[in-house]
């Protein structure tokens, strides 16, 4: 017989003994666990109903009264699409009319919450969770403690998550020194182990924990990690490194390699570092570990699990379109654990193992594979989780087995999430726990994972046609080395003067501006000739020339220029990047964004201009009707700044593809960025005349362009008083005119986010923060006014402003900067005005003072967040374009809406809530042009988020959206008798 059949005979038969075991424990459980079971029975009876009960025991801490309470219940359970036992929406609906019964639901809900929370949760504290330890010491099972906590905001909450490890540590250290000793927990087959053994969870002590910004990351997490490593070393206890999401799983490695190799951690054996064999890179993970540790000269120690964030990854994964870093079928990720097990086992002298799961083929595979390889008794750990995996976990201890059980504690609030995960983990319709039960299935239970690979993704149908362009993934490290090197290759190109492009030909001007860095204004990054009125004329007649045979070019070939326009931005990707981060001071991931963006409207055009191309035809007998495009004429493009390729992009290539040649007017502050674009066009093959390049400035130039009679179409982005300017302009019919113009104008906005008093705050302090901050606040997108509602108003504006205060100002180009300086120095002039009106209107509750060491280096203001400031004040009615926001307070919901729809912007707007009924709500009447709900406000992606508003945000259709194009296009309609004495040939089409 083979090893390998062995080892599967061998596996069958631990595993069949050990599911007898596990259901005899089951059997043992205590009312809590009965108590529980029969709820899971219950609510997981219908799939809808399992879903929305979670949904609202992840929004119950937030519902503070008897009436919220009631009101929840009512929105989540009793609806058409949620089944529920015979009567129990009369029952619900009852309970929900009057104030004692509220007050009853009130009660159940938190009382029921709170014993399920006890399942999952041992205790508040460290202190209180020692009961629970103790008893599962008796088994015998040990433990590692988790501090429960979901999202970190700020510095002073990452230092009170420190402090808590330091009191855990001190607390354990002493109040084990009572406990008896018990060999079969803590004495391995290489040596003793330490009673007490706690998991840390790194991103919890630093707030601005970023994979991105990997040095700083790293350098901060280590600095607070300090303290509480040298206590556990000193107390003698092992302390143990969780891993979260894919995205911090290289930073997170690199923390525990570096802080391990240190001289005074670099003897330590007790300690450990979690690998996730659901994720693909699972396998190459554990070698680079294990050459790690040979190189260390100590072992430590690997719990191996599969991953508790699988919805969260493939998500994110599609969201992002970037390949999906973990196995996407269950069987894929059992193959994996068992190939990895086999490898810790293999390695078991570097690597000490811990198998974590509560499939009894898994821990059986490991058993059998260390008895086939010889792996001394108690060498391979065993871990569960605590309220989960406790039955396989006394079974395993009853064969002797050393048994970890995995104890979180905390805080109900904080904890909520983790408890929700547990209980859908715990439902899944792929839960091992969940099928044990079931001894029909033994066998299926107990099989072989097929490793067998996925089936190749089906081929996109035709009304798919279009998939955004993934952004960059700076986590992983080489994507960062990609933009460090472009950064780096880019100084010696700085001071590059653009020129000005007009059929074709280069030319220069007498006025050439220099561009200074906006991080370090010491710095000339470019300079530009600025056009003269004579070469605005030109390239106006340059563009005139060229309408007819550009017209009547194919759209076929229209569009494949901008297809190979977007090649060529893919080819110069971190290049254009860098120049963005040096010209207008754009931290990376906003570089990229912009990049990924013009591309998309590059593809995205394209594809919808070949839509629009298909004529629409009504024939009758002996009658042909068509309908379709003709472009416009020549078209004035005039960007902004703040997405100098993207929205420059975005208008141009619109009307490009629509027939129409283009004159281009870069923003002042971007001519380098802007003149990407021609150079793409040019590449790409785009004929002279179709695109004309023409930096200058607006009052000089922007009224020849304008006004002048060729023009057919005027796209604008920028303030209010310019766009009105140019549509009052555009309006008066000049002599020799043939065409009305038509404007597009994006305008801006005063956006408003609404957060519910049942809004999940780490999620809305968060989102809030990247809407007001994410670049300076320089998006037309950004937030600029918060209302909170109710009774989260206290604690929002408590978080927030302690969030705000612990953002970094700092140098675009390092990628750890949060808040970057704004474009030059009228913008930083404003801003600061602002910041004393705020002081003047409100009370400032939060700020993050710009460094001294950079004050007078670049236009750097300091992010602020003010309450108290009356709706109708400068504050909250006037465009700031700055990272400073006012807080409001409502009561209720119907103020909180009068509040946001109080100015005279219609852009972008958001809410944060667990109301359903809210949310259908804000839905219906927050009217504005784009409403996030439950996320951030900006960050529109072309075509899942066609991007404009209405009021005085803007005039037109929405960039990025199906009817974007049709602003640049005529529409025609040809009839056409085709009846000749009576008879009329086939039906064409």
């Not at 929105?75 to 004692?100: F, I, K, N």
């Not at 871990?383 to 395993?396: D, H, K, S, T, Y």
């Not at 593809?657 to 793409?680: D, H, M, T």
Request: aromatic share 8%; net charge negative.
């Amino acid at each position: 017989m083979s090893t390998t059949s062995g080892v599967e005979l061998a596996t069958l038969s631990r595993g069949k003994r050990l599911l007898s075991e596990v259901r005899r424990q089951e059997k043992k459980g205590s009312f809590t666990e009965i108590f529980y079971s029969r709820l899971m029975a219950l609510s997981t009876r219908d799939e809808k109903l399992k879903i929305e009960l979670f949904r609202f025991v992840d929004a119950l801490p937030a519902l503070k009264s008897p009436e919220s309470v009631a009101r929840h219940l009512l929105e989540y359970l009793v609806r058409p699409d949620v089944s529920l036992p015979p009567g129990g929406a009369q029952l619900l609906m009852g309970l929900a009319s009057t104030g004692p019964s509220r007050s009853l639901l009130h009660f159940a809900s938190h009382t029921g919450a709170r014993l399920m929370a006890g399942r999952f949760i041992a205790g508040r504290d460290g202190v209180e969770a020692v009961k629970e330890i103790e008893r599962l010491r008796r088994v015998p099972m040990t433990f590692t403690m988790d501090l429960l906590g979901e999202a970190v905001t700020s510095e002073v909450e990452a230092l009170a998550y420190q402090k808590k490890y330091l009191d855990l540590i001190e607390d354990l250290a002493r109040l084990s020194q009572a406990w008896p000793g018990i060999d079969q927990l803590e004495k391995a087959s290489y040596g003793p182990l330490p009673k007490v053994n706690v998991s840390v969870k790194l991103s919890s002590l630093y707030s601005r924990f970023d994979p991105m910004a990997a040095d700083a990351t790293v350098k901060a997490v280590k600095e607070r990690l300090h303290p509480i490593l040298s206590a556990a070393k000193n107390h003698g206890l092992f302390v143990n490194f969780d891993m979260e999401q894919h995205d911090f799983c290289t930073v997170t490695n690199r923390i525990f390699r570096e802080i391990f190799t240190q001289p005074e951690f670099a003897d330590w054996a007790d300690v450990g570092i979690v690998v996730q064999a659901y994720l693909k890179r699972a396998e190459a993970d554990l070698i680079e570990l294990r050459n790690w540790v040979i190189a260390r000269g100590v072992p430590v120690h690997v719990r191996l699990v599969k991953g508790a964030y699988w919805d969260f990854e493939t998500i994110i994964a599609a969201q992002r379109h970037h390949p999906v870093p973990v196995w996407e079928k269950k069987t894929l990720t059992d193959a994996c654990f068992e190939r990895c097990t086999e490898f810790l086992l293999d390695n078991w002298q570097h690597l000490r193992p811990a198998i974590a799961s509560h499939n009894v083929r898994s821990s059986s595979k490991a058993q059998a594979l260390a008895e086939a390889k010889g792996v001394p008794p108690r060498t391979v750990e065993y871990q569960v989780l605590f309220g989960m995996g406790e039955p396989i976990g006394r079974a395993l201890a009853a064969q002797g087995e050393r048994v970890r059980t995995y104890v979180p504690f905390g805080e109900l609030l904080p904890g909520m999430a983790y408890l929700v995960r547990r209980l859908l983990e715990n439902s899944s319709n792929d839960s091992f726990i969940r099928k044990s039960g079931d001894q029909s299935a033994d066998d299926a239970l107990l099989a072989e994972p097929n490793s067998s690979a996925l089936p190749p993704p089906a081929e996109r149908g035709s009304d798919a046609v279009f998939v955004n362009n993934p952004e960059v993934d700076f986590a992983i490290p080489e994507n960062q080395e990609k933009m460090q090197d472009a950064l780096d290759q880019i100084q010696s190109a700085l001071g590059f003067t653009v020129p000005i492009v007009i059929n074709g030909k280069r030319e220069e001007s007498a006025k050439v501006i220099e561009r200074r860095d906006p991080s370090a204004t010491a710095v000339i990054v470019s300079k530009a000739h600025f056009a003269s009125v004579a070469q605005a004329d030109a390239a106006l007649a340059a563009a005139s020339a060229a309408f007819p045979s550009w017209r009547d070019t194919s759209t076929k070939e229209r569009a494949e220029l901008l297809r190979r326009t977007a090649e060529q931005f893919e080819k110069r990707r971190f290049e254009i990047s860098a120049w963005m981060v040096r010209e207008v001071g754009k931290p990376w991931r906003e570089a990229d964004g912009d990049v990924a963006e013009a591309i998309d409207f590059c593809n995205f055009y394209a594809a919808e201009m070949e839509r629009l191309s298909e004529p629409r035809k009504r024939n009758l007998p002996g009658e042909w009707n068509e309908y379709f495009y003709d472009a416009r004429g020549p078209a004035v493009i005039i960007a902004p700044w703040n997405f100098p390729l993207a929205i420059l992009c975005g208008m141009a290539v619109a009307a490009i593809v629509a027939g129409n040649p283009v004159i281009l007017k870069p923003s002042e502050q971007a001519c380098r960025v802007g003149y990407f674009l021609q150079e793409a066009l040019e590449a790409a093959g785009c004929p002279a005349g179709v695109s004309n390049f023409l930096p200058g400035d607006g009052e000089e130039i922007g009224p020849t362009l304008v006004n002048d009679p060729r023009v057919a179409v005027i796209a604008f982005t920028g303030s209010k008083a310019v766009g009105l300017s140019i549509i009052r302009s555009a309006s008066e019919v000049r002599a020799g005119q043939r065409e009305i113009k038509r404007v597009i104008a994006e305008l801006g906005g005063k956006n408003a986010i609404i957060v519910d008093e049942d809004a999940d705050l780490d999620e809305a302090v968060a989102g809030a923060l990247a809407s007001v901050a994410g670049f300076a606040g320089q998006k037309c997108s950004a937030c600029s006014r918060i209302i909170v509602i109710g009774d989260a108003y206290e604690p929002f504006c408590h978080r927030l402003g302690e969030a705000m205060a612990s953002l970094i100002v700092g140098n675009a180009a390092d990628p750890a900067t949060n808040v970057p300086p704004v474009v030059d120095a009228d913008s930083q002039a404003r801003i600061e005005r602002y910041i004393e009106i705020g002081k003047q209107e409100g009370t400032l509750i939060g700020q993050k003072a710009v460094p001294p060491e950079l004050i007078g280096t670049g236009y750097y203001v300091a992010p602020s967040a003010f309450i108290d400031c009356p709706a109708d004040g400068k504050l909250c009615q006037e465009e700031v374009f700055g990272p400073v926001v006012a807080i409001l307070k409502a009561a209720t919901l119907d103020e909180a809406l009068a509040i946001a729809d109080g100015t005279i912007y219609a852009l972008t707007g958001g809410l944060y809530s667990r109301s359903p009924k809210n949310i259908e709500r804000v839905r219906r009447e927050f009217r504005v042009g784009n409403l996030y709900i439950n996320r951030k406000i900006t960050g529109a992606v072309v075509d899942r988020q066609p991007f404009g508003g209405a009021r005085m945000s803007g005039v037109g259709s929405k960039a990025g959206g199906p009817d974007y194009l049709q602003q640049f296009l005529v529409p025609r309609t040809i009839t056409e008798s085709v009846m000749r004495r009576g008879f009329a040939p086939t039906e064409e089409g």
